[in-house]
């Protein structure tokens, strides 16, 4: 029998646990290493972790591993198995380079692969993509037989994965997903943030964030282009029909794993944009990666500079390195105009250094937090009254503020900062969904479309980029007037998408396009692929869509109808997709919004060559995109009811219950 150290990267695969013992290797000193978890169980509890650990070794190794996994569980707070991490590198190999008897699992193992690239991934050795946070697995054995269960397994198989755990092939049939996946799917009741830390201490659960656990991360790619697009359309809101957002100013704060992708965004649309962050080494990255053209620390410059690039209608971004609520008011004793307003400091985490009060330096905050958290939580909320009181100055001169889905509104809220509406229940502001991205998007079907090129050539992005600017132009010419900009958008994007380099680990892109767009481009990959000009593809997208997610908050915050607080959607379309020929789906609780906000979902799908490929992506496409447009229009949305009544005349097969709308003159004196 062969040993590891003997063996090529194939044979590795398809050993599964190893034979032998692999040596347990220090920890990589470049590594990013995941924040230690709590400490939440008991005794018993710990006991029942490691009991849980081991079942998936060989007794003759267990009194060996039980030490070093109770070590484990001391110092990070969970069990990652790191001796298990196989020797080879990690990263989108060429799907060819993939031992399997099934195409699309080779698919799966490559996408796997990119999430846990060391390039791409957020804590690689711990399995985290990305969110601090979003796991691919729970541990490496969960990886090692998850790989080799795929590179048995036939056409009439399915892999089921319960958050990460690989539950076993199951007999199905060829036109079924190769692989189920669940995350954090739990009994309401426990899904609270301390639930997940408990059970995934314990082994039995996992946060698979959105595109992490579902194998569908394609780096910050997405991000820009999603920011991108709330950006263009914001200044929409704001400018008159015909002027630019050049030389207009973009405010906002957070230059960390998402927010970072502001600058950016702000430059592919055209704007003045100014990030502000107190962590000048999350600055400096920005900075060094190219993402973010200034770096100014001291705000007599800052307010020079800003004029500067006002007067000569610039599209500049510019880091300040400090406190974003200097910014603000600083700003407004400059009667500096601020078209666009928002924030992404991590307000989801408020208290633990999502975000920094005003008046402290980076080191006092982080002094104060770790010595006296309480006084911590009180200059936080301190430090948001001011904020919220400054926005509401410069809105009172005409500035368009938005929640940019980081909780802000809320913990302001909460604080005590006056941006309550006087009806006691809604705020002064809307969030990015509910004003942006919901009715000029998502209503319309408009979504993240996204594909990966498995060959792993840049030829063949380049010829899908190709692709799908001919049909997003062809269809522009022929699309009505109330979907036009948002097919303009998305060509102008990936016209520029090379030059921008956003390619990061897979040969990947994205873009928003709607049912009918994003089937055209799919159908005409897979013609390509037929006639052999490029090799095979995967198509997805992440869960920030239309129809896959159900978040009260976020996705679904534009849904008025008191449904918001429902899932139905969210398990419709996993389900739905998963028997129309999705080649995997996952359904997630958890996301960007926290545990027990969110259930979202995803799906993907390898495109190659065949009929059967047609035939699945037309059929998965429609309804993917088509059930969320229809709930959404029986929440009373006129840009869904436009978009579905739209979508019925196009397919006949399509009946769809549509509302009637009462007039709010009957809604009066029935109570
Ligand atoms: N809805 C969406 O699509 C979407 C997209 C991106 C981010 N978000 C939300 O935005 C937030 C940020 O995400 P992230 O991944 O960038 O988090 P992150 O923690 O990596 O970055 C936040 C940054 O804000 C900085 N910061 C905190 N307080 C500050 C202050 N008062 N002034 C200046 N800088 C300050 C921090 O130093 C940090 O670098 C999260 O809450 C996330 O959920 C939502």
């Not at 704060?253 to 003045?272: D, H, R, T, V, Y």
């Not at 999350?282 to 973010?292: E, F, S, T």
């Not at 840049?458 to 899908?464: A, P, R, S, V």
């Not at 997630?588 to 027990?596: A, K, Q």
Request: proline share 4%; glycine share 8%.
């Amino acid at each position: 029998m062969l040993n590891s150290l003997h063996m090529n990267f194939k044979e590795e695969i398809v050993q599964g646990i190893p034979n032998d013992l692999p040596t347990l290797n220090t920890y990589p000193k470049d590594a990013n290493r995941a924040p230690k978890r709590k400490d939440i169980l008991s005794e018993d509890e710990k006991y029942l972790a490691i009991r849980n650990a081991l079942r998936y070794f060989p007794e003759k190794w267990h009194v060996l591993l039980a030490k070093e996994f109770a070590q484990e569980l001391k110092d990070f707070g969970r069990i990652y198995m790191y001796r298990f991490k196989p020797s080879y590198k990690i990263y989108a190999r060429p799907i060819d380079e993939y031992p399997a008897q099934s195409k699309q699992a080779a698919a799966i193992m490559l996408m796997i692969h990119n999430n846990l690239d060391n390039a791409v991934a957020q804590h690689p050795e711990e399995l985290i993509t990305y969110g601090g946070n979003g796991a691919v697995f729970q541990n490496w054995a969960q990886y090692l037989i998850t790989m080799q269960y795929l590179s048995m397994m036939t056409d009439g198989q399915t892999l089921h994965m319960y958050s990460g755990h690989p539950m076993g092939l199951f007999p199905s049939s060829k036109s079924a997903p190769r692989v189920v996946v669940t995350n954090g799917m739990m009994i309401p009741n426990y899904s609270k943030a301390n639930d997940w830390e408990k059970f995934n201490a314990l082994g039995v659960t996992q946060y698979g964030q959105m595109t992490a656990g579902s194998f569908m991360y394609i780096g910050p790619q997405g991000i820009v282009h999603g920011t991108t697009i709330t950006v263009m359309n914001a200044f929409r809101k704001v400018l008159p029909k015909g002027e630019t957002p050049a030389g207009k100013i973009f405010l906002t704060a957070g230059l960390g794993g998402m927010s970072g992708a502001q600058p950016k965004a702000g430059n592919i649309a055209g704007c003045i944009t100014i990030c502000a962050e107190i962590n000048p080494k999350a600055a400096n990255k920005r900075y060094d990666q190219g993402w973010v053209d200034v770096l100014i620390d001291d705000l007599n410059i800052l307010v020079s500079r800003v004029k500067m690039a006002q007067d000569n209608n610039e599209i500049v971004s510019i880091a300040f390195i400090g406190n974003v609520v200097d910014v603000w008011e600083r700003f407004e004793n400059e009667n500096i105009f601020i078209h666009l307003g928002s924030d992404q400091t991590s307000l989801h985490i408020p208290w633990t250094g999502g975000y920094y009060p005003v008046d402290m330096s980076y080191e006092e905050s982080n002094l104060l937090l770790s010595q006296d958290p309480d006084a911590f939580k009180e200059k936080v909320q301190a430090s948001l009254r001011r904020h919220v009181a400054s926005i509401n100055h410069h809105a009172s001169r005409g500035t368009y503020f938005f929640d940019y889905g980081n909780a802000f509104l809320l913990e302001a809220s909460r604080a005590g900062a006056d941006v309550v509406s006087t009806n006691k229940i809604d705020f002064k502001y809307p969030s990015y969904i509910q004003d942006i991205l919901g009715p000029m998007c998502f209503d319309y079907g408009f979504g993240p479309f996204r594909w990966v090129c498995t060959s792993g050539k840049m030829e063949d992005l380049d010829k899908t980029d190709q692709i799908a600017i001919d049909i997003l132009q062809d269809m522009l010419e022929k699309s009505p007037e109330e979907i036009q900009l948002q097919m303009q958008d998305n060509i102008t994007w990936i016209r520029n998408a090379k030059e921008n380099k956003m390619v990061v680990g897979s040969q990947a892109r994205i873009l928003y396009a709607d049912a009918e767009g994003r089937s055209k481009i799919a159908a005409a990959f897979n013609k390509a692929i037929a006639s052999g000009i490029i090799g095979e593809v995967v198509i997805g997208r992440d869960h920030h869509d239309v129809s896959g997610t159900d978040s009260p908050y976020r996705e679904t915050s534009n849904v008025y109808d008191g449904s918001k607080y429902t899932a139905d959607m969210a398990i419709h379309n996993v389900i739905g997709d998963s028997f129309r020929g999705a080649t995997w789906v996952s359904i997630h609780n958890g996301g960007g919004v926290g545990w027990g906000e969110v259930i979202n979902g995803g799906f993907g799908l390898l495109l190659d060559g065949s009929n059967e490929a047609e035939e699945r992506l037309k059929n998965m496409l429609f309804y993917d995109v088509n059930n969320g447009i229809a709930r959404r229009s029986w929440g009373r949305s006129e840009e869904a009811l436009f978009a579905i009544k739209r979508e019925m005349e196009r397919t006949p097969a399509l009946k769809v219950t549509i509302p009637f709308i009462v007039e709010n003159s009957v809604l009066k004196n029935l109570f």
